[in-house]
């Protein structure tokens, strides 16, 4: 059976990471759903149905970062079934959803959103820092060309070297008299 489904339910596990290279990665994890229904002039809970989620790409890094065991979440997407009988003939059956879209759930609790970053094009180089940036560009100088000036209070300009360091001997040798 395959159908497009949401469930609102509890994550029931840490949630499981695995890279799988150039597709990106891949987290899953397990959701309990379990009903409220009427009995007797007053709700109990019903049965817990268990799901596995399982998250890929960019949904799988987010879902990592974002999603705890024991949190309610709301997951939509593809669900399918697996029926088997096990060695002592009991019939038994799981369930897997491939999320589309997995969400805290807000009416139990709040939560704080942050939109993700473009990512650049494959080709242009990633930075940790904008010094980093900047120690790669002057490398890339012909030689001579590395070293920047900046105003300074006290001499009108300081030299950086291509490590971003501050390279101000005037100043030193200023106090050092």
Known sequence: ????????????????????????????????????????????????????????????????GSVKAGQPVVVGGRLTTQRWTTQNGVERQDFEIEAQWVAHDLRLGTAEFTKMQARPPAEEPQFETPYEAE????????????????????????RVDADGVITDDDVTDAHAA
């Open 1 to 64: 059976m395959e159908a497009h489904v949401t469930v609102a339910g509890n994550v029931g596990n840490l949630v499981e990471w695995k890279d799988v290279g150039p597709v990106g990665g891949r987290t899953m994890f397990s959701l309990a759903h379990t009903p409220r229904v009427r009995r007797d002039n007053g709700w109990v809970d019903g049965e817990t149905t268990w799901y596995r989620v399982t998250c890929w790409r960019r949904l799988a890094e987010h879902v990592r």
């Open 135 to 158: 120690r790669v560009v002057a490398e890339q100088a012909p030689a001579g060309e590395g070293a920047e000036t900046a105003p300074d209070a006290a001499t009108d300009t300081v």
